[in-house]
């Protein structure tokens, strides 16, 4: 049966083992989250996982979509597993995937805006308004190939090559199999994204090979495809999809990709609280609450 | 098996008798729209469509949703419909319910943004802006109890008895069972609203009898449950459902409502072209595309 | 010279005369702020401020306009003017006036979405979520007549008639004659408020007698016009305005409103100042940091 | 008096002179607008106009602000005005400066959101939805130093190295000297643009000689500072300024830029009519109407 993912997790999760070769797995429980590590180690575990070599880091919090309490201790760890992923200084470009008209589709846009945004900022500026040492941070929103005429990877690689950074962060909303995880999970990787990939387009893809520099991926799953979510019901109604349907008999809706009601909400509760990861991540020496009274 | 729905014609589908005592079923194809007329003569018919008593005209478009197109045969039908529904005089009053906020509950409120309202326009100004008759329309956004604190009923009760209109329109968010029909479907009722019922809120009933007027309801399905949606796909892939399926095993995800992706995009459709149809049934005398104009 | 102006405390500088007939002046320092309270105690006293006789409370706020500061001890103040002017039980219904599509006039409408809205929250459920007693407030925005084709004061006498509260808050945005004072001013009132006077209009009042209740009126001036504004800061320049100009000369350009280049951040930071103040004075029980954490 | 503007038409009219050494002077009407050519020709002329040597288009639109007339003979002059500035052949970037969050700064990126995009779109698609040939159009919001940390310019050589247009435009809001012309006039230029020049900030510079292709610069006034707008109102009430200021008189209020109170109108409007001039102009054998329909 194809559920469609985005996400390296489940992936693992379908595969129905725990490990296998090319593939390691490791996962733990901290501060009410769920973290999971996964890393695929050769072209074998890719092929398993459909997904490229590289390290997957998921972070389930199923408070994030409903919760208003502060989720500080979460921002904490998401920005040490962001770090994680990064090169310890240099200029790092944070790019906003996806179009900020089309509200699932917004969380890239969200989140530069929320973005501590730092290269233009002069030492002794940064001195006078009480910041020792600020690390340089750039932004940008590239928008999309349907309004831009340009490929976002062109985008990127014309920013790159100017203000030559250390890294990029490249962040976009992302398609899972399941409802449930839609607002509620976060998956960084160190292998790039092919944008529109989710939603079925296939793009330029922008990673280190393309950018010249180490390219992170940051997303959160806010749609899910008809067809996957119901296969996904069913099999949590604990249905043996394989006896009941075959595989062509979907295939009509499969186009037709859903997002919950409260999308609206799910889009700016992830935002803040990615932003507020990625701020502290790149300024580790600033208090995280200076930094979310920064972002608002 | 529940299928959760507002439609009066899904109910009809779901029923599977053309025609039964006290439901009358019409239907007719129009300008690549297919037009259904339900009454519901009885309570017994009321009771098999779990609607009220009334009449239920619904409109499949399904262009609606992706055209361009100009859409003004298709919307002087809209017009034609409406018209059919409401006095041939006295001031109207339009109330767009919903939550501005929330995307998929965002059609009344954006229908009311490009409603014609004339009622405070005195005939000497009309005729200087070349009108030389306007009907008397009013508009008002209730707002959502969970923002407010009133009972939208409250508030348009209070409203109704100030300026005295010979009839309500009342615009509102539906659900249906099937996910073609979000941003394709309008349904246009003489029997009232009740406020968030689509989604499993229980409110005060907006409709003739509490209002003093008659309340003709304008609707289009925006979001699904979870679980209706899943049946809906398994009954039109041609599955039997009650073979395969218990009805509490799917209980546990029923209040998951999902939209469309490109909700954005089907809200200012759907209220655009709903505006322009009440605007023209309102001043049958204009030119549709004047109000188009106007409209923008 | 013809200073257009909404605030009384503008009114009473240019009199010229720190205390008259009819016309009460205080004026003390707290918190960074300067508070005055005007009181107009005779139609004498009304004539020469060209305000109805009432009690005027103005906050001077100068960090509001530009401040990312933690505005805690500012906002307590607030509340607690606001709460001198408010019977001490029973609901409170908060009017939200202006059009929210207008930034300069969306200061009301802005202010509603960060209302904590309580008159349908039972005490059963306020005690579940940790609130032991909740004083009961209800908010509307109301729409302006150019849209809605109703009076304000129409659709406020409809829900006041409906729910019957112990007092009326309504917010707006004001005109002023100076620059310096956009987005840094609040002026409070017991006398109502005319929509639209500000800027031109003349509209049905607002106030106790046309309600029945008491109305209190809050707003930031937001606009001034040219020539005001020319007129001001000749004024300023120490320029002797008389000996320069005949009043005429000037009248061409007296209805452009001008606005500063920020207004967007004016607003956002002004309407959640107030909201945050109208909160605390209706909910004095609960600590500001709670009531700033829900208002977000 | 130090007015202080953006516009070589206003230059020119504060020197009184209507030919001078260096700059050429051409004035008509047609259909209701005013056209201005000015051209710059030796250094000389720039230093009298303080603007660079080069060709400055201003078109008078007084009808811009308020109509909802049919605005299609101005459009095609614009659009007309624009051609005669541009290479005949090649892909166009077409870049809108500004801050999207700060009304009075949104021209340029609202301009974006109507620009047909159309350098994605291969022949055989542009021929199947009935345009048979699409001339190559590419469009970005770089957004803004203080949000990116990146300078406009960086951005745009980036992206210019790498998609190689013919020639780059770049629409940008502007100051003025006088409030009636903020929303009615429009100047094109082929000097290029200095991002937050006009109020008061110094940037890199775009032009030919920064990107290495040809720069024409679209703008509209949507601020004047105070002071300029004192000045500016006195001057046409027959006030001799110099009689009655000293220059440094007014000085202190000199950052305060203003903008209309109906600035979220005249920015739709005018961001509407560029984008279908630009539109017209980069795809000049497409009729008005269907390039009006697409943009919406």
Redesign the interface.
């Known amino acids: 049966m194809n559920f469609r993912t985005d996400l390296a997790l489940e992936r693992h999760e379908l595969s129905k083992e725990k490990d296998s070769e090319g593939v390691s797995f490791q996962c733990f429980h901290e501060e009410g989250m769920t973290i999971s590590r996964i890393e695929i180690t050769s072209q074998k575990g890719a092929d398993k996982l459909q997904k490229p070599i590289g390290k997957y880091i998921t972070l389930e919090i199923p408070f994030l979509k409903s919760s ?1 309490d502060i989720l500080s201790p979460a921002a904490e760890i998401l920005a040490r597993e962001i770090r994680s992923l990064l090169p310890s200084e240099g200029t790092v470009l944070v790019a906003g995937l996806g179009n900020d ?5 917004a969380l890239g846009p969200e989140c ?2 929320k ?1 501590l ?5 002069s030492p002794e500026v940064a001195q006078s308004i009480g910041f020792s040492s600020l690390r ?8 999309v ?7 976002t990877a ?2 990127l ?7 030559k950074p250390c890294a990029l962060i490249v962040i976009d909303a992302l398609a899972s199999r399941s ?2 995880r839609l607002g509620t999970t976060i998956q960084m990787c160190d292998t790039g994204v092919s944008p529109g990939a989710g ?1 079925g387009n296939k793009r330029s893809r922008i990673d280190e090979k393309s950018m010249g520099v180490p390219v992170i991926a940051i997303g959160v799953p806010t ?1 899910v495809d ?2 996957t ?2 296969l996904d ?2 099999e ?4 043996d999809i394989e006896k ?2 075959h595989r062509n ?2 295939s ?2 499969e186009n ?10 799910v889009i700016t509760r992830a935002a803040g609280f990615i932003a507020l990861g990625i701020n502290k991540a790149l300024q580790w020496q600033l208090p995280l609450e200076d930094l979310a ?2 972002v608002g």
Chains 1, 2, 3, 4 share one sequence.
């Open positions: 208003g008209k089309i509200t699932p589709d530069i805006e973005l945004a730092t290269r233009h900022i340089s941070v750039a932004g940008i929103v590239p928008g190939l349907g309004n831009t005429g340009i490929e062109e985008i690689e014309g920013i790159t090559e100017k203000i409802l449930s939603v749609v008809g067809v979510m119901t019901i069913l949590k109604a604990g249905i009941v349907l008999q979907l009509i809706q037709v990709m859903v997002t919950p009601k409260e999308i609206d909400n009274a920064i």
